[in-house]
DNA sequence: TCAAAAACATGACAACAATCATCATTCTCA
DNA sequence: TGAGAATGATGATTGTTGTCATGTTTTTGA
């Protein structure tokens, strides 16, 4: 169950610093202390779901999270994966809608709730702030035309292994040729983030491994071949 | 070619009182009138190029714009039509990155184009227009994460359908059951909406118009069947 | 106005990927 | 720790959709 355990202050915690708050006053960071609940998430919990109301936003310290649509046909259309430093729900709270997604932990995770009213008002004054949050903006609306794009136009052999680079690129460790997915996702998540069925992506990640492009340790995936999934993931065929 | 032919004052300008610039202050609107470029473009013309740097925003006074990617296999991926009152291409502006997309006209224009200067300017002086700029990014990228779960969790009927059913909205004329839809559009520009291929738009628009969803009058399509597709919309089968 | 180009239409075919079914393996927690 | 659940794996089958080919109609521009 969710668990509040503390309250590092704002001013002292490192994932912050690394995120869209980097920056802040230090009266709206005392601010952002003062408001703020600091709640630990075991896997499989839920921080929000579509179509509910946003109180306030999450800002991830520690810990992994989905963002997924569920279609009409039942099936989670994964967004995006939220990790140390990101923040979840705004979109929501400044578009002053429903949440379009819902949100639930995959790795556990350790999440301040900040309430919208601290953060529409530091929004409000602090115009640097609103800048970063908008150019945020600006560069999600960007990636999800390349995957809209990438959705329609690829086939689900090339989205898998864009996905497996994408994921390497966030959650590799080793940076070379090799590199190790040091993320636990089920077959089925991963069917979320390409957008297919679960059976496809086991039959393909099998046929990756035939073909050493990848290797398979317990639940966790190696790269092997950066460069013949870009291959794969550019290209028609 | 683009004909540069009057230069209408914004604080005149009636799309303006319908777009993001309506509630600028006279100071801004003179800023705008002062800097902006006027230009009428025939259909096909190309208003930007994707991976080219932003000069500036464009708004369109008159007219449709198409915007796309182009995909690896060549393809062109629609991201979004763009008609009287919108913007384009701030989202790259602010996001300090070079086009995301490619636009060209659709049907011909009168688009008024604002300097980078101007607009970042009138972006950092006025707060209320930095908040409405924020808050359609945030409805945007809600309208991305719709458009991408049913690219991948719908069949292309379903997204034909649903596809039909939103540019009867913005394009329909006749509110009720049956709608004209008054646009131009070739079967390949859907398809670029959709995201398929040209001859499954050309076979499925048949296929609606045998079952009395559709008729085709010219170039122009008319919805006979708003519930019909909205049923063939949102469920599989 | 007429020839060329573009757009539309349709058939045949192949391939990709979803679904259903079955079974093995791993995980979870009572 | 062991039973049940969840996950992973694989085969068989089917339907959808893309591709290629061909022909018709419409549009465009010299």
Redesign the interface.
Known sequence: MAVKIKNTPCQLCLSRKFSMFAGLSEQHLCSLSDSKNFISHKKGQILFYENTKPLGIFCINEGVVKVF?T???G?E?I?RLAKKGDFLG???L????VY??TATIVEDAQICFVPKETFLNVL?ED?NF?TR???A??????I???????????SIRERLALTLLKLGDSYGVDGGEKQKIDITLTREEIAGL???ATETVIRLLSEFKKDSLIDLQGKKIIILDKKGLARLS???G
Not at 94 to 97: K, L, T
Not at 137 to 142: F, N, R, V
């Open positions: 649509k279609a009409s046909n099936k259309q967004i705004y979109t929501s400044i578009g002053e809608d379009s997604t409000a115009m609103h949050i908008t150019q903006l600006c560069k999600d609306l960007g999800m035309e390349s995957k809209l794009t990438d959705a329609t136009q690829k390409v957008g297919t550019d290209f028609y």
